[in-house]
């Protein structure tokens, strides 16, 4: 199928910095949407931004201004440039992509998660 791996976590401090990427492989096709989500404990998972092939791009409220989405379409990465962090943005943060994958003589539809990585912003 398709494997999503992060980078780029840790600790700040409030109002530091820190980016996030995620890299896809696997025989994939193509990718339409990829986007970061977070879930801090005992909070349900919650989208952070995502963005289109397109480049269109989709943003929480709770970031929107501090954080940017991009996306490098010929690596299948996409990453995350999280600026004024928050002590309210601790969480671990899972990537996520859609799209197709080769399967045989098909393509398959794929929707796939990164394992996590944890981002902890001290106050």
């Known amino acids: 199928q398709v494997q999503l791996v992060e980078s780029g976590g840790g600790l700040v401090q409030h109002g530091g910095s820190l980016r996030l990427s995620c890299a896809a492989s696997g025989m994939i096709f193509s990718i339409n949407s990829m986007g970061w989500y977070r879930q801090a404990p005992g909070k349900q998972r919650e989208l952070v931004a995502d963005i289109t092939s397109g480049g269109s791009t989709n943003y929480a409220d709770s970031v929107k201004g501090r954080f940017t989405i991009s996306r490098d379409n010929a690596k299948n990465a996409v990453y995350l440039q999280m600026n004024s962090l928050k002590p309210e943005d601790t969480a671990v943060y899972y990537c996520?992509?859609?799209?197709?994958?080769?399967?045989?003589?098909?393509?398959?539809?794929?929707?796939?998660w990164g394992q996590g990585t944890q981002v902890t912003v001290s106050s």
């Open positions: 996520n992509a859609d799209g197709k994958y080769y399967s045989g003589s098909y393509y398959k539809d794929f929707n796939s």
